[in-house]
């Protein structure tokens, strides 16, 4: 039996199982890329409330089939390109994969009319990764005061990815460095910028995420199974 099967063999069955496993401040949210709508249906009937996915044409076409679940509250997680950006502000409310100042330029910049501020988590890479998107620390260090400026913008803490291939004792390292970032620029004189939350951890090593300080912990496989690819 795999450790995935020990948690239940329905959705919502693993909803409950890790939701009892979390601190209750913990949000769970679940990413259901490549999943379809009615795998969503059957996490919200388990109570998940906060859905994440990593393309913006697959979210909206996911939310225009759930529209009778007006209470979803939509998280992107992936990397957002400059054209999409005006339809990503229409679905999310919250984008976790802010990894560029160009980026939140433009959000802030097509933001501006909209009735509420999107919720913006800065991604940064304690470790070099080539494959991912997002900000080396010095970086993003460089380009706090800018992002500061952002007024239609609520920029409230950290997400970051962890390269493959870590060992236990280096995951829960680079989350626990990733916590400590996040103090230290909280502790700076910021007129906007806030540090409340942290988006780090997935189905594999969410528990140490959590240990570390995680706020939102994103899992896919390990609540709607494997994906298709
Ligand atoms: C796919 C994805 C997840 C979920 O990963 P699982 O291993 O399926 O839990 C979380 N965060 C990001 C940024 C992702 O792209």
Not at 102 to 107: D, I, S
Not at 206 to 220: C, D, H
Request: glycine share 4%; charged share 20%.
């Amino acid at each position: 039996m795999t450790a995935f099967s020990q948690l239940g063999a329905t959705i919502a069955e693993r909803v409950l199982h890790i939701r009892q496993s979390l601190p209750p401040s913990v949000r769970l949210i679940a990413i259901s890329k490549q999943m379809p709508a009615s795998a969503i249906r059957e996490a919200y009937a388990a109570g998940v409330r906060d859905f994440g996915e990593s393309r913006v044409q697959e979210a909206e076409e996911k939310r225009s089939q759930l529209q009778d679940l007006p209470d979803i509250t939509w998280h992107l997680i992936g990397h957002l390109q400059a054209n999409k950006v005006q339809k990503a502000l229409e679905i999310f409310q919250w984008i976790h994969s802010v990894d560029s100042l160009k980026l939140a330029e433009r959000l802030n910049r097509l933001a501006a009319p909209l009735p509420q501020k999107p919720s913006i988590c800065l991604q940064v890479k304690l470790l070099p990764d080539p494959n991912k998107y997002g900000w080396e620390v010095a970086d993003l260090l460089t380009d706090l005061p800018h992002l500061d400026t952002f007024e239609h913008l609520e920029i409230v803490g950290l997400m970051t990815i962890l390269p493959l291939g870590l060992s236990d004792t280096e995951i829960f390292n680079t989350f626990d460095q990733t916590h400590t970032l996040a103090n230290k620029i909280a502790q700076e004189n910021w007129q906007r910028i806030r540090m409340n939350e942290l988006s780090m951890g997935m189905s594999n090593d969410y528990s140490m995420a959590v240990q570390a300080g995680a706020t939102m912990i994103r899992l896919g496989r390990i609540l709607f199974g494997d994906r298709p690819i």
